[in-house]
């Protein structure tokens, strides 16, 4: 299997430390934000993975080198000429990720989630990772119901910017920006859409505050 990590974005809030260093090479203990996903990834047996850059995305494609220092094969999605969002990074990408389902995670949060048993059910074409709500989102995002994402009026949980898709979602995207959101909420409709709900470290690092946060729990929790 295959996997993506979303590193495009610009990270606004972390301003000025995102002035000079893009917000997945920031350091949060012993590794870098990004290094945490491409570990978590190749311990759970993904095959290959698929970075998206822009801002200052040189620094990254140098840092990442092609996987040479990680044990993994990974590939550039460069969108240095114009950022696609969430949704057209992700169809801009598919000639690298192939024809199977593939993992999709961003690369700015602090997570022990294991991606091993993150697997597409039947008859869905996507499934999330949803998390309690942390408190930047009291309201949530999505309710989980059965196995399936809606967007009743009941206890909403949040998405973590996890999750499997098949390729099949992004095929009657256009090449242009998009986000991921609409794309979700449409598939939620159809019934289409999968999800389950993770308890354990999630962090979403996009502000000072909780950048400070996630680099006292990963010196606590000695994180690999």
């Not at 909780?210 to 000695?222: D, F, P, S, V, W």
Request: charged fraction near 20%; aromatic fraction near 6%.
């Amino acid at each position: 299997m295959r996997a993506m990590i979303l590193a495009a974005g610009r990270g606004e809030r972390l301003r000025p430390l995102t002035d000079q260093v893009p917000k997945p090479l920031l350091y949060v203990g012993r590794r870098r934000l990004l290094d945490y996903q491409i570990f978590a990834l190749k311990r759970a047996g993904v095959s290959e993975i698929v970075v998206n850059v822009c801002w200052l995305g040189e620094r990254i494609i140098d840092t990442l080198a092609g996987g040479a220092h990680y044990g993994i094969p990974i590939k550039i999605s460069d969108e240095r000429d114009a950022i696609l969002g969430t949704a057209g990074g992700i169809k801009n990408a598919l000639p690298l990720l192939g024809e199977e389902p593939f993992i999709v995670c961003n690369a700015d949060v602090l997570t022990d989630f294991d991606y091993t048993d993150l697997a597409l059910d039947k008859n869905c074409l996507a499934k999330l990772v949803l998390v309690n709500n942390p408190s930047h989102n009291p309201a949530g995002d999505f309710a989980l119901e059965d196995g399936l994402i809606t967007q009743s009026e009941n206890e909403r949980l949040t998405f973590s910017g996890i999750g499997i898709y098949s390729p099949e979602l992004f095929h009657s995207i256009e090449n242009s920006p998009a986000q991921l959101a609409p794309v979700l909420r449409k598939l939620a409709a159809q019934n289409q859409l999968a999800g389950e709900h993770f308890n354990g470290l999630w962090l979403d690092v996009g502000t000072p505050e909780r950048l400070e946060a996630a680099r006292q729990i990963a010196t606590q929790r000695e994180l690999s």
